[in-house]
């Protein structure tokens, strides 16, 4: 949810005067220390400038932000079992660990009841916790190096700094300038749902997916794979159209998309997603009723798949496809994110 700026100025003072009544409505990002906390956290108050507001945190672990360790934000509302508590701390000790099983059996705890324990006080499993930490963690290396790293480039240096060690852990092999690669350029974009990760070369969109989004990693590294290529950070016209359609989309202004894409699929996964971009902005369609429009009405489960491993949500609009009877289904995303952009659409073509 996105917080606006009346709510920016309503939550600052009840974070300056400790208001218990607003604790778990909101979690403050301290921009200056990179801690987040409660509304009631008895540390001394950061100015309003260098405050950032978050109304879950998830949100403010994929900004970038890590717990504060005087007022423990994730215990809230309620205590947490000391299993929880301590896998948050064996986290923060290295933010950008992908884990397995063998990682739980080391700490003595099984991974199923570290998935059922965040899902019951986070709303979110263990692994879309430490996913969100990891690429926050991330994020947070991305903001404090970029330009000095977009500096290093130009000059074709590698550099020692936290950050490369951030993009080696959690993207890959630290970006170093060279005339033989395919450099695409990724950036966080901030929506009202959630950051979404935008990867861009200079001529067309390569991904735009929501930080949460299962599978994530993959997808990148899948893109890494695919010939020389090189992921690193920066800003290309490419994303900066990207940045202004969303913001026109999430306004209700946009209906069409016209940042250039490039679609990575198969053949069969081309033509899919080039139907996708078809139905109409503030309509739904049925798996049957596309595979009827390729006339393929017997495809329904491979149109699904095509579906599924669709990389650039909102643009390609699968949120658009909907069960027979009605009912939203599934969405790689989160399904809730794929009821939201459906009523926005709907509400939006209503208005004009």
Not at 312 to 333: F, M, T
């Amino acid at each position: 949810m996105e917080i606006n700026e009346k709510d920016k100025v309503r939550f600052y003072q009840a974070f300056v005067e400790r208001d218990s009544a607003y604790d778990g409505m909101f979690f403050a990002g301290i921009k200056t220390t990179g801690i987040f906390c409660h509304a009631t956290c008895p540390a001394r108050k950061a100015k309003f400038e260098n405050c950032e507001f978050f109304s879950k945190a998830e949100s403010a672990l994929l900004a970038g932000y890590r717990p504060c360790k005087k007022c423990n934000p994730l215990t809230y509302p309620q205590e947490l079992p000391s299993e929880v508590t301590h896998l948050v701390s064996v986290i923060e000790v290295d933010p950008a660990k992908h884990w397995n099983d063998r990682d739980f059996e080391e700490l003595g705890i099984h991974s199923a009841t570290a998935r059922r324990l965040f899902k019951k006080h986070y709303g979110m499993t263990f692994v879309q916790y430490a996913r969100a930490r990891r690429m926050g963690f991330a994020h947070d290396g991305i903001r404090k190096g970029q330009s000095v790293i977009n500096k290093q480039l130009d000059s074709g240096y590698e550099s020692s700094s936290g950050f490369h060690d951030a993009f080696a852990k959690v993207i890959g092999t630290a970006p170093t300038q060279s005339k033989t690669r395919h450099i695409l350029y990724f950036e966080w974009i901030d929506t009202p749902l959630g950051p979404m990760l935008s990867i861009a070369d200079n001529s067309s969109l390569f991904l735009l997916e929501f930080a949460d989004r299962d599978g994530l990693e993959d997808e990148i590294q899948s893109l890494k794979d695919k010939g020389n290529t090189q992921i690193v950070p920066g800003r290309n016209p490419v994303i900066v159209q990207i940045t202004n359609e969303l913001h026109d989309y999430f306004a209700g202004t946009l209906s069409h998309f016209k940042t250039p894409l490039h679609l990575g699929g198969t053949p069969f996964q081309n033509t899919v997603w080039e139907h996708l971009q078809a139905i109409p902005y503030g309509s739904t369609q049925t798996y049957k009723q596309l595979a009827n429009t390729l006339d393929m009405p017997n495809s329904s489960r491979a149109i699904g798949n095509a579906n599924s491993n669709n990389q650039l949500a909102i643009i390609i609009p699968c949120h658009r496809i909907v069960k027979a009877n009605g009912e939203v289904g599934g969405y790689s995303g989160n399904v809730d994110r794929k009821a939201w952009l459906i009523n926005h659409e709907a509400h939006a073509m209503k208005g004009r």
